[in-house]
């Protein structure tokens, strides 16, 4: 059984700060591209960052410049920093653990709820 534990979804301003937090086990967190991806209403879900085994990383370019993945190693958990948030960055965001080697496993977690707004 996979887990991914997310945690740090909330509600902010226009031009505020958000950490979400994505925790997996060491045997995932270590063999996996992890990342995270939001769906807003009405629209399909797309990639926002992605984060590699080697930590090469890729952000979708609406969120370039304002939002950071990193992992966080003694805590087998990788972290998105978003800055400077906009309204249109409310969505559901989902944590994601992909087998690098094998596209049929590929994990979700529960989604967490981002809202900016004033």
């Known amino acids: 059984q996979v887990q991914l534990v997310e945690l740090g979804g909330g509600l902010v301003q226009p031009g505020g700060s958000l950490r979400l937090s994505c925790a997996a086990s060491?045997?995932?967190?270590?063999?996996?591209?992890m990342g995270w991806y939001r769906q807003a209403p009405g629209k399909q879900r797309e990639m926002v960052a992605v984060i590699a085994r080697d930590n090469r990383t890729a952000y979708v370019d609406s969120v370039k410049g304002r939002f950071t993945i990193s992992r966080d190693n003694a805590k087998n958990t990788i972290i998105l920093q978003m800055n400077s948030l906009k309204p249109e960055d409310t969505a559901v965001y989902y944590c994601?653990?992909?087998?690098?080697?094998?596209?049929?496993?590929?994990?979700w977690g529960q989604g967490t709820q981002v809202t900016v707004s004033s």
């Open positions: 060491g045997r995932i967190f270590s063999t996996h591209t």
């Open positions: 994601q653990a992909r087998d690098p080697f094998n596209a049929n496993y590929v994990y």
